[in-house]
């Protein structure tokens, strides 16, 4: 499995979890610029999930590893992201699936997921390789975490 050390993330809450998956995923990127990569293809993307809090919750879970693979890979893998028409959109570059938009997206999803819970643990960045050369990682500003 996977055991890669990722960017690391200054913070001070007491708690901090990382979570990893592997997702088989196929994707177009829908603008000239993107050369053949507008055409659909496939990649094992890599992805790092870090989030944070001072408290626990009554499982002794910061959250459940399990609910965040639910979110994340339970909707990707195995799937063409271009159809994910709720996550990305063919026409608002803002929302075509490059690596950028995947790690902004997964991390508006698990935050809104995190925002429900009475303990408010935070996601702190989110990692994604799309290729044995090719990451991002995005970390949401200081206000908003
Ligand atoms: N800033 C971005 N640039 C590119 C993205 C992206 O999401 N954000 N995506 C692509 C393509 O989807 C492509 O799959 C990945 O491109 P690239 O890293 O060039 O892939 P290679 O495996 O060919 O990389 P090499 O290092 O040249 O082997 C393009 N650009
Ligand atoms: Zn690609």
């Known amino acids: 499995m996977m055991h890669q050390l990722y960017p690391q ?78 996550w990305f959109d063919r026409y608002d570059p803002n929302r075509f699936p490059t690596t950028e938009v995947v790690a902004r997206t997964i991390y508006e999803i698990v935050q809104g997921y995190l925002d429900a819970l009475p303990h408010k643990p935070k996601c702190l960045q989110v990692f994604v390789r799309e290729s044995p050369t090719s990451y991002v990682v995005y970390r949401p500003k200081a206000g908003e975490r």
Do not use: W
Request: proline share 1%; glycine share 6%; net charge negative.
């Open 9 to 86: 993330v200054a913070h001070h809450y007491r708690y901090e979890l990382n979570k990893d998956m592997q997702i088989a995923a196929a994707h177009f990127i829908p603008h000239e610029a993107a050369g053949r990569c507008a055409n659909v293809h496939g990649h094992t993307y890599i992805v790092n999930v870090t989030v944070a809090g001072d408290e626990l919750d009554e499982s002794g879970f910061l959250v459940n590893f399990q609910t965040l693979k639910k979110l994340v890979h339970g909707k990707l893998d195995h799937t063409l992201l271009n159809d994910h028409t709720d």
